[in-house]
């Protein structure tokens, strides 16, 4: 019987849990300036635990309302990381598309800085060329 109790509980509020992402996601989708506030890398962290727990969850637990909430969980998370990219580098930001701002945030950023330095340096190669010339 306290099984019962417990997780119905859990399930309650795992769902509530959920409507706390939507203040945060309507705040992103009607902003009008580029959040600068929010920590993508953070969220970013946050997801991959998502992940990494719904593989548990999946293969070790296989619980069928624990799998439910985390999904819920990570599209919330990832939701939020997209809007913030969205915003900061397409909306208000130079990125034609969020794919360019992905791969802007995550590839060029001093963290996981290894492709942005390759095609810097690419790019200075090209310009002593160009003068050269």
């Not at 999904?71 to 909306?91: A, E, F, K």
Request: aromatic share 14%; proline share 2%.
């Amino acid at each position: 019987m306290t099984q019962i109790i417990i997780s119905n509980i859990y399930a309650i509020f795992g769902l509530i849990s959920i409507f706390a992402y939507l203040p945060q996601i309507k705040t992103l989708w009607i902003g009008a300036s580029a959040p600068t506030e929010i920590s993508v890398k953070t969220w970013s962290f946050w997801a991959v635990g998502g992940l990494v727990t719904l593989s548990y969850a999946a293969l070790c637990l296989q619980d069928i309302l624990f799998c439910a909430l985390t999904v819920l969980n990570l599209v919330c998370t990832v939701t939020i990381i997209m809007l913030v990219l969205y915003n900061r580098y397409v909306r208000y930001g130079n990125c034609y598309s969020l794919r360019n701002a992905l791969f802007q945030y995550y590839l060029c950023r001093p963290f996981f800085g290894v492709v942005c330095h390759l095609e810097q340096d690419n790019e200075r190669t090209q310009k002593r060329t160009l003068t050269k010339c």
